[in-house]
């Protein structure tokens, strides 16, 4: 009775892999092994394509085997969106105290919210010297001559306003004749455009309309809002085509002209510019 072998001597036997042609048998190459050896490669090309593809399920191939993954893209996509929510909210809120104030100064209102700076400083007592009263020294006289001179005047500066709206093309908001012109002095801070009765007003140039109303003074009221802090306002109109926050392409109606409040009498279109909150002369920029 032949003897059993242990694990060792089965592990340690010595066996070889000939490979021999089917047809005439010729011997074509053999390899040498055993079942350590055997063992001990399938053991290293297992952990070998176990290491692979662990590491292909966490990187290239996650998005297919790897539960969290669409969760940690939701996670990305909602905090992106959320800090898109928060931007976009306060955008909206300054959008609605701009347009607020715009409609409160159109509609005439210039004394709601003003804090007069003499109290806001605490000096309700303190004496406060009139115009008149001040004297100019001949040095004075002099800077202020000289001043007047230089690149820094009022021109200059009046320049400086001009080049910011250099890159604007205006169009004709409507067609006709100025019947009064604008005249800051007088508080006529726009110009006045007779023209036939329901006749089209079109937009100067494109912007997001701000203001559609009614106001007694001016009647239905439209006002768009340009880029470059520039603010086109529309007066006395028949009826509005437009409503708060449509956007509107240059030279697109946005009105009827009419004959729609208390300070007209007859038909036309008062028109107003501003830039940065100052009153411009319209006729300076658009050709009626």
Known sequence: MKPKKTISERLTN????????????????????????????????????????????????????????????????????????????????????????????????????????????????????????????????????E????????????????????GFFFFTPISGFVSDKYDAKKLHFGIDIVAKTNEPVKCVAEGTVVLASWTQDSGYVIAVQHRGNLVSVYKHNAGLLKKVGSFVNAGEIISIVGNSGEMTDGSHLHFELWHNGNSLDPQEFVTF
Not at 153 to 166: A, G, H, P, T
């Open 14 to 145: 010595k066996y070889q892999l000939v490979i021999r042609n089917e047809d005439n048998l010729a011997e074509k190459t053999s390899f040498g092994f055993t079942y350590a050896k055997f063992l001990l490669v399938a053991a290293a090309a297992f952990l070998v394509i176990f290491v692979g593809s662990l590491f292909l399920s966490k990187t290239l191939l996650s998005k297919w085997f790897d539960p969290k993954y669409e969760q940690t893209e939701q996670n990305k996509k909602l905090y992106a969106l959320a800090i898109k929510v928060d931007s976009l909210s306060l955008e909206v809120d300054r959008k609605d105290l701009f347009i607020q104030n715009l409609q409160r100064i159109l509609s005439g209102d210039t004394t709601s919210g003003f804090v007069d700076p003499v109290k806001l400083l605490g000096g309700d007592n303190m004496p406060v010297k009139k115009t008149a009263d001040l004297k100019l020294t001949a040095e004075d006289s002099q800077f202020r001559k």
């Open 147 to 166: 001043f007047e001179q230089t690149e820094f005047s009022v021109v200059s500066l009046n320049d400086r306003k001009y080049r910011e709206l250099q």
